[in-house]
T-cell receptor
């Protein structure tokens, strides 16, 4: 059974640009969550999607947004990139919002120059 | 405010030297506590879920336990391949959509 797939694995952008990251959940999983991981803050919750609806959002600025498609695949977008957005962005999927555990992909490493 | 604190930040063990990792949590109604293992350049890999005080789970050299305020991950006779960062996370009853993570314990096991 394939795991959570995130693309691309690595991205290098410059300040002010925007970026879109993609996540394909485990087959049959309908809930997708996104996290930002940095050395100082650890994993911070960004948002969670289920049935194409954002159910929950973490404490991040509006530059961070996401969406989910009917096949449960999800994308997240970051606009007007800042140096502090450099991080590992992790996607996790589960059967449903209250069904744990969440299973993680290997992330997208985003570097801002 | 819900939070998770893990200690120590880093731990160096000799192969075969057993030890424990601590996860202290404050949450308004615990629904579940989760342990993950993360290797460099990889995403977290699920290890255990604990739901109630007194519960224990085991997998190979790892055993996780839960009390009302903390969880321990006991590592018995570790091997170099157990080297990784171990993450603890909690899920609150009132907000089941997200996990609240600690910053992890970086474990190094030397032969």
């Amino acid at each position: 059974k394939a795991g959570v797939t995130q693309t691309p694995r690595y991205l290098i952008k410059t300040r002010g640009q925007q970026v879109t990251l993609s996540c394909s959940p485990i087959s049959g999983h309908r809930s997708v969550s996104w996290y930002q991981q940095t050395p100082g803050q650890g994993l911070q919750f960004l948002f969670e999607y289920f049935s194409e609806t954002q159910r929950n959002k973490g404490n991040f600025p509006g530059r961070f947004s996401g969406r989910q498609f009917s096949n449960s695949r999800s994308e997240m977008n970051v606009s007007t990139l800042e140096l502090g957005d450099s991080a590992l962005y992790l996607c996790a999927s589960s059967l449903g919002p209250e069904n744990q555990p969440q299973h993680f992909g290997d992330g997208t490493r985003l570097s801002i120059l | 405010e819900d939070q998770v604190t893990q200690s120590p930040e880093a731990l160096r063990l000799q192969e075969g030297e057993s030890s424990s990792l601590n996860c202290s949590y404050t949450v308004s109604g615990l629904r579940g506590l989760f342990w993950y293992r993360q290797d460099p350049g990889k995403g977290p890999e699920f290890l255990f879920t604990l739901y109630s005080a007194g519960e224990e789970k085991e997998k190979e050299r790892l055993k996780a336990t839960l009390t009302k305020k903390e969880s321990f991950l006991h590592i018995t006779a570790p091997k170099p391949e157990d080297s990784a960062t171990y993450l603890c996370a909690v899920q609150a009853r009132y907000n089941t959509d997200k996990l609240i993570f600690g910053t992890g314990t970086r474990l190094q096991v030397f032969p």
